[in-house]
Nanobody
Framework: QVQLVESGGGLVQAGGSLRLSCAAS????????MGWYRQPPGKQRELVAGITSGGSTNYADSVKGRFTISRDNAKNTVYLQMNSLKPEDTAVYYC????????????WGQGTQVTVSS
């Protein structure tokens, strides 16, 4: 059984920074791609950033230059460093990992609220 636990959300003023973490635990053989998604109030969930097992990254245009995704394979953890936060970054942030156990499938975190005040 695999579980993803997120931490690091909260309330911050515009221009501030937050760092999100998402740690996977359980009977894990390997973790492939990892990513962060967000769902603003009343909107659909969208990709924020992704990172492959080889370390290649991709970002939504809206966060390029402000957010950085990274991973620690030894800790089965993915991070999202968010700088220069804007009110439009307010959303519930979810991590997702492609994890191999006896089979391979995607797992989601429970979500963490990020609120940016103006």
């Amino acid at each position: 059984q695999v579980q993803l636990v997120e931490s690091g959300g909260g309330l911050v003023q515009a221009g501030g920074s937050l760092r999100l973490s998402c740690a996977a635990s359980g009977s894990i053989f390997s973790i492939n791609a990892m990513g962060w998604y967000r769902q603003p109030p009343g909107k659909q969930r969208e990709l924020v950033a992704g990172i492959t097992s080889g370390g290649s990254t991709n970002y939504a245009d809206s966060v390029k230059g402000r957010f950085t995704i990274s991973r620690d394979n030894a800790k089965n953890t993915v991070y999202l460093q968010m700088n220069s936060l804007k009110p439009e970054d307010t959303a519930v942030y979810y991590c997702k990992m492609s994890i191999s156990t006896w089979s391979r499938r995607d797992y989601w975190g429970q979500g963490t609220q990020v609120t940016v005040s103006s």
